[in-house]
């Protein structure tokens, strides 16, 4: 095991493992124990009492983080001519149809989000084996397949993020940066878990949220106690 440096022995020593901290006391001591020279990303990472094999106990959706996430999304806007202008006017940073289509043939993926409208979702489906393993493959699920390009754009730009449980059972997501303040970072987890705590599938029974977990980028992870909130 690689050895701890002097900065992560006393951030390790700050945290008390067998404690299941509140939002409030998690976003105020994960700013303390991250010791890097860049803003780092904090996440969640929740366990839900779903099993994600089965259908009826699939949970996905979207969430708009009161704060934004902190971080620049790259959005493509694959639409046709007569969309391009409205677009570009909400903050797409690309636009475009079939130049696009071709660059990620080629394995271009240097986005974030790519929102597009029901029409040209035909085109995308051979693309399928470059954009689903990166989760970029718009969904209308998520509101990225839409007519209504300009407002998915803004809502993306300003911190709309979607998330999917993943086949362990595991919500991940980024909530925010170490430079917000802490009833910043608190008030983006609370979004999403109350989010996440209305998509309970009638199918899931016993505890639903089993476990949940607040961390950054390099941090030891923080147990939440989710009741508390």
Do not use: C
Not at 79 to 85: F, I, L, Q
Not at 90 to 110: N, P, S
Not at 212 to 219: A, D, I, Q, R, V
């Amino acid at each position: 095991m690689a050895r701890l440096t002097k900065n992560q022995k006393e951030a390790q020593a700050k945290v008390d493992a067998s404690k299941l901290y509140s939002l409030s006391e998690a976003s105020a001591l994960v700013k303390e124990i991250t010791n890097v020279k860049f803003d780092a990303t904090v996440d969640l990472a929740i366990r839900l009492g779903v099993d994600p094999r089965k259908a009826n106990q699939m949970v996905r959706g979207v969430v708009t983080l009161p704060h934004g996430t902190g971080k620049d999304v790259k959005v493509l806007a694959l639409v046709t001519p007569d969309k391009e202008a409205e677009a570009t006017e909400a903050g797409a940073d690309f636009v475009g149809l079939d130049e696009y289509l071709q660059k990620i043939k080629g394995g271009w993926t240097d986005v974030d989000v790519i929102i597009t409208m029901p029409s040209v979702m035909g085109k995308l489906g051979p693309l399928g084996r470059v954009l689903g393993p990166r989760g970029l493959m718009p969904n209308p699920k998520t509101g990225t397949v839409t007519m209504d390009v300009a407002k998915a754009v803004k809502e993306v730009k300003a911190g709309k993020i979607d998330f999917k449980v993943d086949k362990t059972g595991i919500v991940h997501a980024a909530i925010g940066k170490v430079s917000f303040d802490a009833k910043q970072i608190a008030e983006n987890a609370n979004e999403l878990i109350q989010t996440l705590i209305k998509m309970k599938p009638t199918a899931s029974k016993g505890t639903y949220i089993k476990s949940s977990y607040m961390s950054s980028t390099m941090s030891t992870g923080l147990a939440l106690d989710i009741k508390s909130n």
